[in-house]
Nanobody, 124 residues
């Protein structure tokens, strides 16, 4: 069982930066791949980025590649999402999630555990 709590969301102007954190409970955090998804009003939840259990592999949606960076600290049971050059279209609720098995990491069904989400709003 893994419990996830996101933090770090807020309101930022276009071009600005935010750093999201996702703190996980449970001693098996390091065995899970971790992902970030986002959901804007009226839209489906979409994949943003993921990182393998070791941190050796990362995956990004084309829309955030070069602007967002995912990282993890297994000693702190925490995964991070550094978001730079934010755009109004990045506005959404951001969720972190834990996946117990390998895969593409871009599908919601691959993830067993989800956080409650944190709101990110980018003003133009």
């Amino acid at each position: 069982q893994v419990q996830l709590v996101e933090s770090g969301g807020g309101l930022v102007q276009a071009g600005g930066s935010l750093r999201l954190s996702c703190a996980a409970s449970g001693r098996t955090f390091s065995s899970y791949a971790m992902g970030w998804f986002r959901q804007a009003p009226g839209k489906e939840r979409e994949f943003v980025t993921a990182i393998s259990w070791s941190g050796g592999s990362t995956y990004y949606a084309d829309s955030v590649k070069g602007r967002f960076t995912i990282s993890r600290d297994n000693a702190k049971n925490t995964v991070y999402l550094q978001m730079n050059s934010l755009k109004p279209e990045d506005t959404a609720v951001y969720y972190c999630a834990a996946a117990p098995f390998g895969g593409s990491y871009s599908k919601t069904y691959e993830y067993d555990y989800w956080g409650q989400g944190t709101q990110v709003t980018v003003s133009s």
